[in-house]
């Protein structure tokens, strides 16, 4: 329940996605940090069926996060964004008609937790069909709900590890300067996964031949 | 003959004159640490004026390690010599006589009722308690903490009469100055409680930062807990909880902070100065999560951002880098 920022981290050169993985480890644990389980976020698409052609169909994200296990959260991009219990994915499987599940489609970022002072860090590999496609970096600064305020208290925190692909501040946070960040919904974590993992899959594509 | 006296003591127990020090061993084992003292410095004057000039700088090396070594050796011969010695003195015997108490060393079985040698260890102990205790008070009454206006020991028969008038002051008066205080700052928000009785409660708000909570005595402040804007400030039943610490570190920091500075503005005579003073500091932290320390210039140590806020300029510092 803090300011949150969600940050890709490229694969360092010559080496696998593990062992980026595994670098970033043992640096936060030579700062001091105590890993403390692990977490997961995950994110499935469905097509929008029923409408006329002429409307191009809108992607509905269904994502979950295990920071807040009992929740799903359901959301179009850059649209209205619905906050709903565990059960809503049995929902989504008897509105089959209205909304088409992309299989295949499926992210999630996958990792561990890590606790410094009061500061929370996710690092975890984002995979799609079980290929892993990058590094998120999830850092949470605990304390303080308006991101304005912190955030080059957690800049400074992430050059300590990540180095020099340090990110710029998050465009959810842009929007609202001066605004209280609504850390029970974590509907702007969530925004920012998801314009990570579209990112992610976006990248995939003139790249591979898989499908 | 002088090196039988100590075993001989056991046979002579109640023989009081008999003293189990030898003294003849004791002179000399003095004049072993003179001469273990002197070999040491010989050591170190030695390694003081470093090597002397030879053609070679081997030769001069040689030299120097086996002039070292000689000296070294030196000093080995004077410990030894000094631990056979000091083999040789004794104990001193604890059979002195100590008036009444002396009657407790005719107890013949030592091992098993050490009641002699744990009286004496007792009250060297309790001496020495005393002599600390008196020079640690001495060092803390220096720095006067009391914060009543009642003056002790002197006037103990005046007392009675020279009641200290700001403790007991009308809880109107108690709200119309902490509304004062409120109205003076506009990004600060006080509330005043009274769950307990005649002693207010304040619920501080500082921006979106944190809350503070202020337990006061009249108009004195007693205690204070800050949480962050985000952390529960109520209990299950309702009421204002003043006891949980916060989960965050920071604000556990600020909250040692803000004891310290509760305890630094003190003036007995006019509490309201010393009310304002102390909200004037807790509205520093407004931007506790924007300063930079002025120390060291960065945001974050171990974690923290700077904490502490200097008492006259208010300007931040990290815990560790303050002055």
């Not at chain 2, 084992?29 to 003292?37: E, F, M, N, P, V």
């Not at chain 2, 006080?190 to 307990?196: A, G, K, S």
């Not at chain 2, 945001?299 to 880098?321: I, K, M, S």
Request: charged letters at 20%.
């Amino acid at each position: 329940m803090g300011v949150t920022c969600v940050c890709q981290v490229p694969v360092a050169e010559g080496k696998s996605v593990q062992q980026t993985v595994d670098m970033l480890h043992k640096k936060l644990e030579q700062l001091g940090a105590v890993k403390q389980g692990s977490f997961c976020v995950d994110c499935e698409t469905y097509h929008a069926t029923g409408n006329s052609s002429s409307q191009p169909s809108k992607l509905l994200y269904v994502m979950h996060n295990s920071e807040t296990p009992l929740s799903c959260l359901a959301l179009f991009e850059g649209g209205p964004c619905l906050i709903a219990d565990a059960n809503f994915d049995v929902l989504m499987v008897k509105l089959k008609s209205h909304f088409q599940n992309a299989k295949g489609h499926k992210v999630e970022s996958r990792g561990s937790r890590y606790r410094y002072c009061d500061f929370l860090i996710k690092v975890g590999t984002v995979t799609m069909s079980s290929s892993a496609r990058g590094i998120s970096v999830e850092v949470e600064y605990c304390p303080c709900v308006v991101p304005g305020d912190c955030w080059n208290l957690m800049k400074e925190f992430m050059q300590s590890f990540l180095g020099p692909s340090v990110p710029e501040l998050p465009s959810v946070f842009a929007a609202k300067p001066e605004g209280l960040f609504a850390p029970a919904d974590c509907v702007d974590t969530m925004t920012q996964y998801l314009e990570l993992f579209n990112k992610l899959r976006k990248l995939q594509i003139p790249g591979s031949n898989v499908r | 003959m002088q090196e039988q006296q100590p075993g001989g003591k056991a046979e002579k127990m109640a023989d009081v004159v008999n003293v189990g020090v030898n003294l003849d061993a004791f002179s000399h084992a003095i004049s072993g640490i003179q001469a273990l003292r002197s070999s040491v410095s010989r050591v170190f004057e030695f390694l003081k004026d470093g090597m002397k000039n030879r053609e070679t700088l081997e030769g001069r090396e040689k030299q120097f390690i086996s002039e070292f070594q000689e000296n070294l050796q030196a000093v080995n011969r004077d410990l030894n010599e000094l631990e056979r010695l000091s083999g040789l003195v004794g104990r001193p015997s604890e059979s002195h006589p100590l008036h009444n108490s002396g009657l407790l060393s005719l107890d013949p079985v030592q091992d098993k009722t050490p009641l002699y040698s744990q009286l004496l260890q007792a009250y060297k102990w309790s001496n020495k308690l005393q002599y600390h205790a008196s020079l640690a008070s001495s060092l803390l009454n220096q720095q006067s903490l009391k914060r009543s206006a009642n003056q002790m020991g002197a006037s103990a028969k005046r007392r009675p009469k020279v009641q200290p008038s700001t403790l007991v002051l009308p809880p109107q008066y108690v709200d119309d100055v902490i509304s004062r205080i409120g109205r003076l700052f506009p990004d600060m928000t006080i509330e005043l409680f009274r769950p307990n009785g005649t002693s207010a409660v304040l619920l501080v708000t500082l921006g979106k930062v944190l809350k503070a909570i202020v337990v006061m005595r009249s108009l004195f402040i007693d205690r204070t807990i800050v949480r962050g804007f985000n952390e529960n400030v109520y209990n299950e039943d309702g009421k204002l909880d003043i006891w949980t610490k916060s989960q965050y570190q920071v604000f556990q920091k600020v909250t040692d902070h803000a004891t310290t500075a509760l305890l630094h503005y003190q003036l007995p005579q006019m509490p309201d100065v010393v009310v304002r003073s102390f909200m004037t500091w807790l509205r520093s932290y407004i931007k506790l999560f924007q300063s930079s320390c002025q120390r060291c210039g960065r945001f974050l140590q171990d974690g923290l951002p700077p904490t502490w806020r200097d008492f006259r300029t208010l300007e931040a510092f990290h815990d560790t880098c303050r002055m």
